[in-house]
């Protein structure tokens, strides 16, 4: 069964004065389980737009999205946050930490939503997420105690600590230099190969999408390239 199964899914935005923009015309997209796909494309190419609607924040316009095997479609916004928080982690460009709570408490927080485990054993699983990224040691710190590149592990520990079907990821090292990018996104390899978790990954930079196997090019709207990553760079030579 596939992970993600996306038919012919289109975006329009509709804006004031009646100006509507076609950003997805129809597109077609299969990922199954323990794939890693980079997801490229220029600015504005709707990239963005793309993962809003694979992770559930947002809806098509038309088209039809099955997720693990059922259509979110149809479903209803409370459905919708019910899947979206068992079945996907995100880690977006910013981090999006909460500032004054510990790392442990940041890790621990979409647990909220799951009633089959006491405070203790949140938190004891928040602990095992952040020794699973390196971090055990600074448990009790907060996000601005420790570097960027930290951070952002601190927000694959969140992502993971559902154990969700699926990573989303958009642009997650743009605010990382190459080094600490390189090591962001060997962590997301080894995740990838370790635990067989689904990874979709957003970036704009050649170097960051060479870590996954299958690579998507999205131009204005469509799908230009789906395929082996590497046949792709080597025909860019
Ligand atoms: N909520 C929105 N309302 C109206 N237009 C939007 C909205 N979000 C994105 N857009 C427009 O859709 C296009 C694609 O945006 P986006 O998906 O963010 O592209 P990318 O992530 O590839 O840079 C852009 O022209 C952008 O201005
Ligand atoms: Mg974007």
Redesign the pocket.
């Known amino acids: 069964m596939s992970v993600i199964e996306i038919k012919n899914v289109c975006k329009t ?3 004031d004065g009646g100006m509507k ?1 076609n ?1 997805l015309k129809g597109v077609n997209l299969t990922v199954e389980k323990s794939e890693f796909v980079s997801i490229m ?12 609607i694979l992770g559930c924040l947002d809806r098509p316009t038309s088209g039809k999205y099955f997720l693990g095997g059922k259509q979110v479609s149809g479903m209803s916004d409370d459905e919708l946050a019910h899947i979206r928080n068992r079945m996907i982690g995100f880690v977006f460009q910013g981090f999006n930490l909460l500032m004054r709570r510990t790392l442990t408490d940041n890790v621990a927080l979409p647990l909220i939503y799951d009633n089959r485990l006491t405070k203790e054993e949140e938190l004891a699983r928040a602990k095992e997420m952040l020794k699973l990224v390196g971090l055990a040691r600074f448990a009790d710190r907060f996000p601005n105690q420790i570097s960027g590149g930290m951070q952002q592990r601190v927000a694959i520990a969140r992502a993971l600590v559902n154990n969700p079907e699926m990573i989303l990821a ?1 642009e997650p090292t743009g605010n990382l230099d190459s080094k600490t990018s390189d090591e962001i996104m060997t962590f997301f390899q080894q995740l990838n190969k370790e635990q067989g978790i689904t990874i979709v990954l ?1 970036t704009h930079e050649p170097d960051v999408a060479q870590y996954a196997k299958r690579l998507v090019r ?1 131009v204005d ?1 469509n799908i230009e390239y789906d395929g082996d990553v590497k046949t792709y760079m080597e025909q860019q030579k």
Do not use: L
Request: glycine share 20%; aromatic share 14%.
């Open positions: 935005y509709y804006m923009q950003v494309g220029p600015s504005g190419s709707g990239k963005s737009t793309f993962m809003n958009d957003v999205i709207g």
